[in-house]
């Protein structure tokens, strides 16, 4: 459903913001290894979140990446995915075609429509603390 980019930003974001609820700073070889993904790709990852201001960047000795808790309830996962998908997934086509539209709909676009307005409903209804309180509690994972 999402890129692999979009897939390791969340995994990322819901990383540090886990280890900021510690009052920790992650680093970018502990968050690569964390979430599983190759290093110089989830630099490029976290260079775009802080970017978006979704994630602050520290730098120097004891520096590292972090979001302040009182902002975990406030960003949603819909920012996480617009700043490193921009709206394709809310507006896209379900094939992938440019030109679908209402008015020169694909054969999935009816049906891929809802799916599409359910899954923005969920983005834009998710927030980045609420995806942390299941790894807190250990009931949720980012890697196996």
Do not use: W
């Not at 280890?19 to 968050?31: A, F, V, Y």
């Not at 979704?54 to 004891?62: E, N, P, T, W």
């Amino acid at each position: 459903m999402f890129s692999k980019t979009t897939e390791y930003g969340i995994r990322a974001a819901i990383f540090v913001a886990s280890e900021s609820h510690q009052n920790k700073r992650s680093g970018l070889k502990d968050i690569a290894k964390k979430i599983d993904s190759p290093e110089a790709f989830t630099a490029k990852i976290m260079q775009i979140l802080t970017k978006n201001k979704l994630i602050d960047s520290v730098k120097g000795v004891g520096g590292g990446f972090e979001i302040p808790t009182e902002r975990l309830s406030q960003i949603k996962l819909s920012q996480i995915v617009n700043a490193l998908e921009g709206d394709r997934v809310f507006k896209g086509c379900g094939l992938g075609l440019s030109n679908c539209s209402e008015e020169h709909p694909c054969p999935m676009h009816d049906k891929f429509k809802s799916i599409r307005n359910d899954l923005s409903n969920m983005l834009e209804n998710t927030t980045l603390e609420e995806l942390t309180l299941g790894l807190k509690t250990g009931d949720t994972f980012l890697r196996y």
